[in-house]
């Protein structure tokens, strides 16, 4: 009789042992279950506010905002087209021709033509001969180009640190490690976008 209570008991202690650890490993599986639903929440919901702040960060690329202030307080007489123009030129490799500003603008050649002349007229562009071929004419900055794209470049800094003011250095440095790995990924997935017409080349030069 004794054996037998004893084996009982045992039995009994191994069955409540199993029942603990059975219940103790459900509420683990629920328990991370929940986080994992929670953190998926919590993304999403950081998502769903990066589309919002994208849409209105759309709005100010459209209206040109910092295009538009470095034409009005550095360059009246130029137009934004004339900025874009002047831009274009640092993204074409080699020598600089009208066809290749007009063709990273996605712009008609006469239309790019025409800017050029426009530019060449203010003095911020000068026309040269082909280094690789004496028949074809390109396109250089010349000095007074030079200096207003320095220029820009300054004030745009400017501007931007002035968007940035109160930021500490912790977040100015996660900032900008993010904000390129966000770029750089767009750019990974859609490598031709910049090819696929005029709103695509605006969008590149709309800053």
């Known amino acids: 009789m004794l054996l037998a209570y004893n084996c009982q008991s045992h039995l ?7 029942l603990l650890a059975r219940t103790a490993l459900l509420f683990s599986i629920v328990m991370t279950q929940t986080v994992t639903e929670n953190r998926s929440t919590e993304a999403e919901a950081d998502i769903a506010h990066i589309s919002e702040v994208m849409g ?18 550095l360059a009246p007489s130029l137009e934004i087209s004339h900025l874009d123009a002047l831009r274009a030129m640092s993204r074409i490799e ?3 021709t009208v066809g290749a500003i007009a063709d990273v603008m996605r712009l008609d050649p006469s239309r790019g033509s ?24 390109i396109v250089v900055r010349s000095e007074l180009g030079d200096q207003l794209m320095a220029e820009v470049n300054a004030t745009k800094r400017r501007l931007l640190a002035s968007m940035l003011d109160g930021w500490s250095e912790e ?3 996660v900032f900008a490690v993010l904000f390129d790995k966000f770029v750089s990924k767009f ?9 696929h017409g005029p709103a695509a080349s605006r969008s590149l030069a709309s800053a």
């Not at 060449?120 to 690789?132: K, P």
């Not at 990974?188 to 090819?195: L, M, Q, R, S």
């Open 114 to 137: 025409r800017l050029v002349a426009e530019l060449v007229a203010q003095g911020l562009l000068r026309r040269a001969a082909s280094q690789a071929d004496g028949r074809r004419s």
């Open 187 to 195: 750019e990974e997935t859609y490598p031709n976008e910049k090819a």
């Open 94 to 96: 080699g020598e600089v």
């Open 12 to 18: 009994y202690a191994n069955s409540r042992y199993f």
């Open 56 to 73: 209105r960060m759309r709005l100010l690329i459209g209206r040109r905002v910092i295009s538009r202030t470095l034409v009005d307080s």
């Open 171 to 173: 977040e100015l440095s």
